[in-house]
């Protein structure tokens, strides 16, 4: 397995009055492992800006998946998308970043704020250089990747944030690197740092964006494995091999559930502990088995768990006030959310007997249903994720 993982996220604001965003980003992986992500602002605002967006980003990343060079992107754009019969432009402005296998960056960049990148934790001058295509200018830049670069594209929405308002000539990309580059940390996500930025943004249009606003960030850093189990075997029989399956597995371990922790406990032959303090009255409190990382209540605690991949997986919604949190759903949020990038879910089918009571009416579908959508927000978020049944 790759040892890079390229985590990214965006975060758009809409311009005050819009339902649709004029800007769109599309990120694609292509077969042989080279990632590609593209920022596209579509001309103007609404409906017709997120149209030419969304093809722009399309056709863009599937060429660059394909290795085409940027001057058959360029003309390919120009001559699908209509003509602007005002300003006769044809296409929206757009931002690519391509990382290759071998670590090798291609970043590409039309008429778009430019990408700021952080390198060991200080801004990186990259490499540019001029090209004519089709009448517009181009700038192109290759170098090597390093473990910890981070990304930032901007729509130019994050340049105009505060004109007029607060500021009297916008948010200048210096500015807004000197903030990136103060509030960066080694450990900062790429949804961490796309709502900083986006926060600081959406503050200064004052909560109305007189622009579509978009920060896109891919940060390179290292994978990392979390296995978490949920249920034990329809089979008991099952459980020994199960556990085997389970702890045999690198990173880092959750167990959810009190049956599933009873088996984990007489597997490891270790002892339960639970803690009393209820850090959340909604949620259930966690227990300790040594040999795991973290020990849970199922259901109750996972369905909380849904609750805030549903709103982290969203490209509008920057808060986070479960970091930081010590309940259960807190807890397994934050190690799948923002420490994991591979994730394997081990699903026991068992009916669980203290779910049969007809005043606790929890059926095993509703468990299956909250993996099903945990599993859907996990890769919406861009993790690599396994589901195993038992």
């Not at 300003?87 to 071998?102: L, P, S």
């Not at 008429?111 to 001029?130: A, F, L, Q």
């Not at 690197?177 to 450990?187: C, T």
């Not at 200064?204 to 891919?218: E, F, R, W």
Request: aromatic share 8%; with cysteine.
């Amino acid at each position: 397995m790759d040892r890079l993982f390229m985590e990214n996220s965006y975060i758009s604001l809409n311009k005050v009055g819009e339902e649709l965003c004029g800007d769109r980003v599309e990120t694609m992986t292509s077969p042989n492992g080279d990632f590609t992500m593209v920022l596209a602002d579509g001309l103007g605002s609404g409906v017709k800006a997120n149209i030419l967006s969304t093809l722009t980003s399309k056709i863009i990343a599937t060429m660059m998946e394909s290795d085409m060079p940027i001057e058959e992107c360029v003309t390919t754009i120009a001559q699908t998308l209509p003509v602007c019969s005002v300003r006769g432009v044809a296409y929206a402005t757009f931002t690519i970043v391509k990382v290759y296998r071998n670590k090798d960056v291609y970043l590409i960049q039309y008429d778009n704020p430019d990408v700021i990148m952080i390198r060991d934790g200080k801004s990186y001058d990259y490499p540019k250089e001029e090209k004519l295509i089709a009448g517009k200018k181009i700038f192109e830049s290759r170098f090597k990747l390093q473990l910890g670069d981070m990304f930032i594209l901007m729509s130019d929405g994050v340049i105009n944030a505060g004109v007029g308002q607060v500021l009297n000539f916008g948010w200048q990309r210096e500015n807004v690197l000197n903030y990136a580059v103060e509030r960066y940390h080694p450990e900062i996500t790429a949804k961490a740092m796309a709502g900083v930025v986006s926060d600081a943004c959406k503050d200064l249009y004052m909560g109305k964006p007189g622009d579509d606003t978009t920060v896109a960030v891919l940060r390179i850093r290292e994978r990392e494995l979390v296995n978490l189990m949920i249920g034990p075997p329809v089979n008991k029989g099952d459980d020994e091999k199960v556990m085997e399956l389970f702890f045999s597995k690198e990173g880092k371990k959750i167990v959810c559930g009190g049956t599933t922790s009873t088996i984990v406990s007489k597997y490891l032959g270790k002892e339960i502990k639970t803690k009393i303090d209820y850090f959340d009255p909604d949620i259930p409190p966690i227990g300790y088995i040594e040999g795991v990382d973290l020990v849970t209540e199922g259901v109750l605690t996972m369905g909380r768990v849904v609750e805030i991949a549903r709103q982290y997986a969203s490209n509008s919604d920057s808060s986070c006030e479960w970091i930081g949190k010590k309940d259960g759903a807190s807890l397994i949020a934050q190690l799948l959310f923002e420490e994991a990038t591979d994730v394997n879910l081990f699903v026991g089918r068992a009916m669980n007997p203290a779910h049969q009571n007809p005043n606790m009416p929890i059926d095993l579908s509703i468990k299956l249903r909250l993996i099903d959508d945990l599993a859907e927000y996990l890769e919406k978020m861009g993790k690599h994720v396994k589901v195993s049944y038992f």
